[in-house]
């Protein structure tokens, strides 16, 4: 029996991969989600991001992926209420701990900054219902602005990786900060937009035939944005990095000249 792989998609990596298409029905993330063996989960919060921003359907799309069990959704509840089966009435402690392992892993002291009402509970004397309460309030006084949806699927990266006992994917930001978030977590591989279309092709025989539309209207997306060239280790070390055209990491992707690093970059082989 081949081993089961499971994964986290965020914000921007489906935002991204619902406005790179081949046409309207036909757009890189459909093809993610039905990848062989593999078990998908977000967070609550990212289909509350995608609903605030709206962006090409994309909180359709995923709505639609929870109700017809592609994508396993887990809000702050479900998680507390999963944590109660293992440790009792030591679950608020026990999400408040990966909370702030979350926050440490964006910066040092933002969880106290961030979540002070959270961070200065007595744990042994909270019940699971009133500390849901006062983490909704300090979720609901952060506003729209911030990485609320980075920081809870960091949680829940966390809870898989405890109930799971498994390697955990996370289709993820394109942004290094983030990614390196995520790795310093542990027992993560970080899959940016780039990188799914090497491991597409090596894991479902998506070739560069197939993925040509994809790859043009990602890269007329990349132009939009004034980038015209991707970072790509050449060598040994994360610091021996070249700037290479965008175009031409597609050609180098498909002729077997690249492989997949643990945070999301390619490196030449």
């Given at each position: 029996m081949r081993e089961k792989k499971y994964a986290l998609l965020d914000t921007d990596f489906i935002s991204k991969t619902h406005l790179i298409r081949k046409?309207?029905?036909?757009?890189?993330i459909e093809r993610i989600?039905?990848?062989?063996?593999?078990?998908?989960?977000?967070?609550?919060?990212?289909?509350?991001?995608?609903?605030r921003h709206n962006i090409a359907g994309s909180p359709e799309w995923?709505?639609?992926?929870?109700?017809?069990?592609?994508?396993?959704?887990?809000?702050?509840?479900?998680?507390l209420d999963e944590l109660a089966?293992?440790?009792?009435?030591?679950?608020?402690?026990?999400?408040?701990?990966?909370l702030k392992t979350a926050c440490e892993a964006y910066r040092t002291g933002y969880f106290a900054e961030q979540f002070p009402r959270i961070a200065g509970l007595d744990y042994t004397a909270i019940d699971k219902d009133s500390f849901l309460e006062v983490l909704d309030q300090e979720c609901t006084a952060w506003g729209a602005d911030h990485n609320l949806g980075e920081l809870k699927s960091y949680v829940l990266l966390q809870f898989l990786n405890l109930?799971?006992?498994?390697?955990?994917?996370?289709?993820?930001?394109?942004?290094?900060n983030a990614r390196n978030g995520i790795v310093s977590i542990g027992g993560a591989r970080c899959?940016?937009?780039l990188s799914s279309f090497l491991r597409l092709k090596i894991e479902s025989g998506?070739?560069?035939?197939?993925?040509e539309p994809y790859i043009q209207s990602y890269l007329e997306f990349l132009e939009s944005s004034k980038q015209t060239m991707f970072r790509i280790?050449?060598?040994?070390?994360?610091?021996?990095?070249?700037?290479?055209?965008?175009?031409?990491?597609?050609?180098?992707?498909y002729s077997g000249k690249l492989a997949e690093l643990k945070k999301g970059n390619l490196k030449y082989i």
């Open positions: 046409d309207e029905d036909n757009k890189p989600v039905q990848l062989p063996d593999y078990e998908f989960y977000c967070h609550e919060q990212i289909r509350t991001e995608l609903l995923l709505t639609e992926q929870i109700a017809n069990g592609q994508v396993s959704c887990y809000d702050d509840k479900c998680i089966g293992i440790y009792g009435d030591s679950a608020p402690a026990i999400y408040a701990q990966m109930t799971l006992g498994q390697q955990i994917y996370v289709f993820c930001s394109d942004d290094r899959i940016s937009v998506f070739e560069k035939e197939d993925a280790q050449n060598g040994p070390r994360a610091s021996q990095i070249v700037k290479a055209p965008c175009n031409q990491v597609f050609e180098d992707l």
